[in-house]
């Protein structure tokens, strides 16, 4: 169902009349999404179990493939920008690689207007592309789940169900009215305790309240910082080179395409690391290799072009699989419950608003140059979250091993009398 939703929600964008309705579709495109991302990690997670780490990050190799494929098949449809009241005209279909969604202009009383725009065919690709991967995961809850696992289930839970019922029947007519008084109030109780247990940081930690709680905060630090710097690197990426650079808009395309063909290479490589190497290594190694780049491109990227083609590629490569191996760290260390998801995809969001508004903001008043400052700035604060959360982590160790057994041997002695 989120992938419907995403789905019909990008089919209709180049359709709406005005921006308030690009608002609303864009929140449904978001809130399906963020579902979507849920749903398919818990399933990746129980499948998993403690060996996730590898699948996780296969998993979100996707994102990558999807993040430089689209823009390919979409730049074919993009219109023609005509300036008014001059002759010349910019095509903006053979130099655009970017992941921004073209706006159609319908009104040419403006100073520039586009023509023989064709976008809505992009969006339609990306639309049918979501709803066929729906149906492969409809069919196989049909078949696997519900047809073939659920049959037995539902007859063993129908024949307890009858068990409790009649030994309930038989309770109850003993006992009269005072029984069912006292069960409802039991099934109030009930109802409020697993409440209590859903928002409880100690139900996903075997008991260690504040043990659960810093992993859940600190996890929820590093999705923020790790979601926003890879939106704000991404986005604003082109910009940089061409406007603190001289880079034409063909090459800081390229650029950017070549930052997710990284990404994804990133990510692809480390789904191989990640079956010899714990997710405690890979979580400080894909940091550090962040931060180390990040400083490079701050000292020598801000005046040399080439320093930026070779600088941000490591840095694109680190930070692929820094999302898939925090969600199998957390999982690898608390049970990764509704709770710990939905901290970890507010934190991802705040990071999203938060980085964005920060670059925009430093970008305008301070100038082009800022993007490497703060690349570094996010990359040296995601590496102190890192090293924090493996402290965090080595002091109980993965929730997939069994607690120690202390036994005490009392022995008796014989006293003679």
Partial sequence: MALNLAAVSVVLIPWVPNVYYLWILSFMTGFGLAIHNSAGTRINLNIWKEKSASPTILMHLGYGIGSFLTPLYSNPFLGTEIQKGNDSFLTSGNDSF???????????????????????????????STTSLSFIFIIFQLFENKVINQFSIDRKIMTSTKTRESKSSDQTERDGTSLSANQTQIDKSNKCSKMLQMINPASCAKGRFWYGSSIIFFSCLYFMNAGGAQRFLSQFIRSFS???????????????????????????????????????????????????????????????????????????????????????????????????????????????LF????????????GPHSFVYQA???????????????????????????EPVVCTVYKEENKET
């Fill in 355 to 366: 980085y964005l508004s920060l670059i925009g903001y430093l970008y305008d008043n301070i």
């Fill in 98 to 128: 970017s992941r921004n969604s073209t706006i159609v202009l319908q009104d040419c009383d403006e100073s520039a207007c586009l023509q023989n725009s064709r976008i809505e065919y992009a969006f339609a690709i990306s639309a049918i």
């Fill in 376 to 402: 570094a700035g996010t990359a040296l604060f995601g590496f102190v979250i890192a090293v924090t959360l493996d402290i965090i982590g080595s002091r109980h160790g993965s929730r997939f091993e069994s």
């Fill in 242 to 352: 061409i406007d603190q650079l001289n880079f034409s808009k063909t090459d800081g395309s390229l650029l950017n395409t070549s930052f997710w063909i990284s990404f994804s290479c990133g990510r692809f490589i480390f789904f191989i690391l990640a079956r010899f190497l714990s997710v405690r290594i890979l979580i400080v190694l894909e940091t550090g290799g962040v931060l180390l780049s990040s400083i490079l491109l701050a000292i020598f990227a801000n005046s040399n072009s080439t320093a930026l083609w070779v600088l941000i590629q490591p840095i694109a490569f680190f930070i692929g699989p820094m999302w898939p191996t925090g969600v199998s760290w957390t999982d690898y260390h608390i049970e990764l419950t509704g709770m710990g998801m939905a901290s970890q995809m507010l934190g991802a969001s705040v990071g999203f």
